[in-house]
């Protein structure tokens, strides 16, 4: 017998809603089933770094600062790599564990929301320093990534932004401008590609990774700012198709033919040590690029800017602190999470992980604009030029069909073996068929 994925989904919803009610009936002590207390606003909490070890040392000095201005409240730091930060927090929800505080990003905030195992914010944040500190489309994803209507269940307090990296040096010696809008970005394409001697305009994400940089190009060019129109997706919306059919057109024409396998490590090292002019990707890369080809010779600008004259974006995961439910001391818990996004704190650390700020204030410092692609990145998700696109990170199926299910079927559209038309229809009635089934569970 062949199981569709619907039924797969609808079991796997069943079995973790059996589970989180089995957990309900039985639970004791700090699984994510129990409703724990506000506490005396002093004593010991734990906090989970989700991205333990690169950032541990900005970690150590946050909590040292926090702890000298809070002596009566001691922070127990437990680093957590971000390969196993998912499956860390989905076993202490099952056994047992959790800390009172937690890093939280919104490509799994759903699946802890879900569980019930962070506590809504919304109340906290009203009235507190942090209330109307935090840049609007930074609580905005995080808000639709929970899948809860308006509760907040994580307070945002860094993000990382697409960026088209380009060669000022071929761009300067070809008389072109930057890529700053969709128009320029296929002019400058065409223009420096010489196929025969190696040179290429852009290079594509075929790869691992493929379909996320695929639809930051279709909805910047299409100009739509909606995943959604109603319970159905506008991804497989005409002037979508146009845009993937004109951005899949330059595989081969004006990139280089390996780029159908290749993921953003071989994306990257092939941009800097060959003769590309474009390449997507994101400020995580922006040191390799300095190591490979120097200060003078390659800048950074967010998305290119569609026909519409606003540029529009998907949404790049936010990451965030929660407030575990389960918490005994959550009065102490929030001050630490309060502390940790404020000013001072949210500038500190976004400097020393090359992030963007969700403190507004911090948004605005000096260190913002000691990189051009930093300061306009900031700039675009901060002074509301920006339209962002809200990924449905909440949909339980969201990771599969965005990734493994669907990346070889757009490898079929860049080799012509299939349309445009026929991938996004397919993956559009995916996602309805999931959006559907989290709606009749009750969640959306």
């Known amino acids: 017998m062949t199981i569709s994925k619907t039924q797969r ?82 076993t202490a929800i099952a056994g047992g564990g959790l800390p009172d505080v937690g890093g939280v990003g919104t490509a799994y905030l759903a699946n802890m929301v879900s569980q019930e195992a962070l506590e809504p914010l919304n109340k906290r944040l009203e009235g507190s320093t942090l209330q109307g500190k935090l840049v609007d489309n930074m609580v905005e994803s995080v808000t639709a990534a929970a899948g809860r209507g308006d509760d907040m269940y994580s307070i945002p307090t860094s993000a990382n932004n697409g960026v088209l990296w380009y060669r000022t040096d071929l761009f300067d010696a070809a008389g072109l401008d930057a890529p700053s809008t969709w128009t320029k970005f296929y002019e400058a394409a065409e223009k420096l590609t010489d196929a025969k001697n190696n040179k290429f305009g852009y290079t594509i994400r075929g790869g691992a990774g493929s379909i996320a940089q695929a639809l930051d190009a279709i909805y910047g060019q299409s100009g739509i700012t909606s995943f959604w129109d109603g319970e159905k997706t506008t991804l497989n919306d005409p002037e979508n198709v146009e845009a993937l059919e004109k951005y899949a057109a330059l595989f081969k024409k004006t990139t280089p033919a390996a780029d159908v396998n290749n993921d953003f490590t071989k994306m990257v090292a092939q941009w800097d040590t060959g003769t590309i002019g474009m390449l997507s990707h994101n400020l995580g890369s922006q040191q390799d690029h300095q190591k490979a080809l120097g200060e003078d010779r390659f800048a950074g600008i967010p998305a290119p800017i569609g026909a519409s004259g606003t540029r529009v974006q998907v949404s790049n995961p936010v990451d965030g602190l929660g407030l575990f439910r389960s918490s005994n001391n959550k009065d102490a818990a929030w001050k630490f999470i309060e502390f940790a996004a404020s000013h001072e704190s949210n500038s500190k650390w976004n400097r020393s992980a090359g992030a963007i700020p969700a403190n507004t204030e911090a948004a605005k410092d000096p260190w913002i604009d000691e990189t051009e692609s930093t300061s306009l990145a900031a700039k675009a998700l901060t002074d509301g030029s920006t339209k962002i696109v809200d990924l449905p990170y909440y949909l339980p199926d969201w990771n599969n069909i965005s990734k493994a299910d669907n990346e070889p079927e757009f490898q079929k559209v860049l080799l012509g073996k299939t349309t445009a038309k026929a991938f996004l229809d397919k993956v559009a009635g995916e996602l309805n068929e999931s959006n559907k089934e989290w709606r009749e569970l009750g969640k959306g």
């Not at 089995?22 to 994510?32: E, K, N, P, Q, R």
């Not at 989700?50 to 000095?61: S, V």
């Not at 926090?66 to 790599?81: M, Q, S």
């Open 9 to 90: 989904g609808r079991a796997a919803a069943a079995v973790s809603l059996t589970a989180v009610l089995a957990l309900t009936a039985t639970a004791c002590g700090d699984d994510g089933s129990s409703s724990g207390g506000d506490g005396s606003g002093k004593g010991e909490i734990t906090f989970w770094d989700n991205n333990g070890g690169p950032r541990t040392a900005i970690w150590t000095e946050i909590i040292k600062d926090f702890e000298k201005k809070y002596p009566d409240i001691k922070v127990k730091y437990v680093p957590i790599p971000i390969a196993d930060v998912q499956s860390k927090y989905d």
